[in-house]
């Protein structure tokens, strides 16, 4: 297993550019099979997430082009069947996306449950919910959604009991090729979402609302295909602003989107950095100052990103203060900060709700990442730990982090990948 070795003390400054948002392609990509015309997606990731995605496609016949630009073309209309294998689905969670078009384009689908994860449970109840309310037959059988509806899918009202993103996501690509009207009522208003509802309006789809927490949805009876470009990812692009923040830098990047990023540069500011920002670019500038501590609650867009917590877990260790970080989306999130504070740094952690006390520097030790965002956060320590830190189990980092050493190297890092 690869590992990332990071020598610490470098102040990061340059730009890079960021790639495609991970979260809004892996429902898009699903989204593909809702249709059985070609459908050309572009800016893409190239994540390990990303090709375990386009290989669920694969193993149900769907063939995916990915021509010399990187670009995609995808035609569902060869499928062969309707089944996601808890093979594929073990690695990767967001498999449940291709629940919701397989039934409403093929009347069944049959999808192994993605099990949970590190930072919870994750259960799907709210996706089965929102199928059977819309008509679908579903049945948990060995460990697989048996989902099945005679005809098509029939417009509902659905009420979610808690904000859910997939959830939100599964429900409308559904919706869009239902009978009638469906109305989701407590929807993911998370740009990502948008970005679904976008692709969707270009293959004929018919929706208001996204974005707000009522969306509304005008079945039709088959969607065409189209060009799409996935829309620039605010997490990534939140990482490396608090990589410039941390080690007092400066740092641009390009073909990113600060609109959607309201909630992270709001306390990046509190930090003490200087932001600026234009219509694709973002710049943070630290003038070589330590932080301040901030103190963050995470809860759904478009409020502060839980995606976003452990990365500023991170800038507390070695901010000028004490920071609370309270964690109210997962009840299992908090697990780098053993791992921060083997590196010296001064956590509490109390249900969930970790209180931080900054320290002027961390020290290096080896480290193991746990979940994706974790991992990266590891990444961030390792950057103002004295010494040489070497994070293990980066398998999570690729799954969401195109080519991070190389753009950690651009931006003055000494960053490299050793082979286990
Ligand atoms: C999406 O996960 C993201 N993944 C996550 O990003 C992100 O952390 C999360 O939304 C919250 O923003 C993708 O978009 C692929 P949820 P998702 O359903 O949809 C509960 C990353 O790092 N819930 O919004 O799985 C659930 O337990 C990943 O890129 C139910 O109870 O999250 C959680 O407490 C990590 N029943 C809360 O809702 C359900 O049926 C929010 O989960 C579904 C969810």
Redesign the pocket.
Known sequence: MDKLLIKGGATLNGGIRISGA??AA?PILAATLLTEQPVHLSNLPHLHDITTMVELLGVMGVEAVINEDMSVEINAGTIKDQKAPYSLVKTM??SILVLGPLVAHYGRASVSLPGGCA?????????IMGLEAMGAEVQIVDGYIEARVDGRLKGAEIEFG??????TENILMAAALAEGQTIIRNA?K?P?VVDLANCLKAMGAKIEGEGTDTIVVEGVESLHGCEYSVMPDR?ETGTYLVAGAVTGGKVTLKNTDASIMKSVLDKLSESGAKITTGDNWIELDMEGKRPKAVSITTA?YPDF???MQAQFTVLNSIADGTGVVEET???NRFMHIQELVRMGAIAQVNGNEAVITGQEKLKAAPVMAT???ASASLVLAALVAEGETLVDRIYHIDR?YECIEEKLQNLGATIKRVAA
């Open positions: 991970k979260n892996l969670r967001a930072i919870g449970s994750r259960p799907v109840d709210l996706h808690v904000v859910t993103v997939t959830g993911a998370e990502e997490i759904p990103p839980t995606d989306v997962f009840e979940d994706l965002r969401g």
